[in-house]
């Protein structure tokens, strides 16, 4: 198998993986150059390191864009550099969360007390109360009119409702922050994605071109060669 040397860390890569210095983005030998500026057009790196200036070039981008790298800047870097996918790992950490027993409860009572059917069922259980107190007991009942009684039992059950239904809502907001935090990771993964295509797309293009080159210097010393050919016979 054949090998080259690379002029980053001198060691032997395969030749599949051989990129010419001079095929490289300007950006990215800038990057090279501070650290390697012995580096000239005419050696060769491998594929790994291009990619590791990749990465770096992406970190000194969003550095000079937001200043400073939080911990979502890192891990969306991290999963650019390991090939990850960010709503799989968010998934399976919603998945691994796990809730108490009174955070479950919390929003079991906020979703069935912020429905119709706890409306209509406390709506019939008022109706029931007030017919019993007035009519079947002759307003003589355990709670005769203006329903004393009653209005306790709704001044508990929304005292009691309210902070249950502002946990549920603490934790919805929760989730939310949550999902701001994985639409923006996933934005700036896809605007760093798209601009490491277009560096290998860059690449590609000059890459390419350098070849055709060749490809039309040898035909040229071909056509060279026939014509001196043709002198010669007619000679």
């Known amino acids: 198998m ?31 150059h501070k650290e390697h500026p012995e580096i000239n057009s005419k050696k060769s790196i491998s594929v790994s390191e291009l990619n590791l200036y990749r990465q770096k070039y992406l970190s000194e981008y969003l550095i000079q864009e937001v200043g400073e790298l939080s911990t979502l ?15 799989t790992q968010n998934e399976s950490l919603d998945e691994a969360t796990e809730y108490s027993f009174g955070q479950r409860l919390a ?25 019993i107190n007035i009519i079947f007991l002759m307003d003589k ?42 639409d923006y990771m996933v934005n700036l993964k ?21 070849e055709l080159l060749n490809i039309q210097q040898i035909q040229v010393e071909m056509m060279e060669d026939i014509m001196n050919q043709i002198k010669k016979q007619k000679s």
Not at 3 to 29: G, N
Request: include cysteine; hydrophobic fraction near 45%; aromatic fraction near 8%.
């Open 73 to 87: 800047e890192e891990d969306v870097l991290k999963t650019i550099q390991q090939e990850k996918i960010i709503t």
């Open 141 to 182: 009942g355990f709670d005769p009119y203006p329903f004393i009684l009653l209005n306790l039992i709704l001044s508990c059950l929304a005292a009691l409702q309210a902070p249950v239904i502002m946990m549920s809502q603490n934790r919805q907001e929760e989730k939310d922050r949550e999902r701001s935090k994985q």
């Open 190 to 210: 896809a605007e760093l994605e798209i601009r490491i295509l277009h560096e290998k797309l860059d690449h590609l293009i000059i890459h390419q071109q350098q």
């Open 2 to 32: 054949k090998t080259f040397v690379s002029a980053i860390s001198l060691k032997e890569y395969p030749v599949s993986e051989q990129i010419p210095v001079k095929t490289i983005r300007k950006s990215i030998m800038d990057l090279i």
């Open 107 to 131: 929003d079991k009572v906020a979703t069935f007390g912020g429905s119709w059917r706890f409306i209509i069922i406390f709506g019939i259980f008022i109706f029931i109360w007030m017919v």
